[in-house]
């Protein structure tokens, strides 16, 4: 199937936004695509043994569009963003879920063998990073909003300039700053130059 166009994206999201819901039905098979791979770049991200799929993901972003059906959507960047911003609420509430879990709420037995192939730590600290980028989101919306699109969104520096209408260059020194201040703040070392 060819890349829609961004303007019939924008076309069918202004009509969901009136009302139509056979708009929903043409936009879904045309985003999917492009969100599927946003949202398989974040799970190749976790370990070998996480439990939530591409699929459930995109599945919970769906569902959570649907609940949105009064949204006004400017184009299909603004789309864009708020399935990233939803993207990292699912997986963050996850992360939280699955802490609340391990600490020994909704204690589950497991038998020993199957203990042996599950894995309960994620990659990154999600929680940790959740809180450190609302932090950032205080003191910079922007560069908030940069780790958003393209941690959480996957999407690489051009598309993120698109979506935020600045140059690429500000998005690869937001970029490069926000990264160094969610370090500091979740406390891990880095070395200089990074």
């Not at 139509?20 to 949202?39: G, I």
């Not at 929680?127 to 922007?142: E, Q, S, T, W, Y």
């Not at 560069?143 to 698109?162: C, D, P, Y």
Request: with cysteine.
């Amino acid at each position: 199937m060819a890349t829609p166009s961004t303007h019939e994206v924008t076309q069918l999201l202004h009509a969901w936004s009136s009302g139509d819901q056979q708009a929903l039905e043409k936009l879904t098979p045309l985003v999917y695509a492009e969100l599927h791979r946003r949202a398989r770049y974040y799970v190749a991200r976790e370990e070998p043994g996480h439990i939530i799929q591409t699929t459930a993901l995109i599945n919970e972003v769906y569902l959570r569009l649907i609940d949105a059906r009064g949204a006004t959507w400017q184009d299909r960047a603004h789309f864009l963003a708020v399935c990233a911003r939803m993207m990292r609420h699912i997986l963050t509430d996850f992360a939280r879920a699955r802490h609340y879990q391990k600490r020994g709420g909704a204690a589950q037995q497991v038998p020993f063998e199957e203990h042996l192939y599950v894995s309960s730590e994620p990659s990154t600290d999600l929680v940790a990073l959740d809180d450190a980028l609302n932090g950032l989101a205080a003191v910079d919306p922007r560069k908030s909003q940069v780790v958003e699109l393209r941690f959480f969104g996957g999407m690489n520096v051009q598309e993120t300039a698109e979506i935020l209408k600045v140059s690429a260059e500000t998005v690869k020194r937001d970029w490069r700053l926000a990264k160094l201040w969610l370090l500091r703040e979740m406390g891990v070392e880095h070395p200089h130059g990074s």
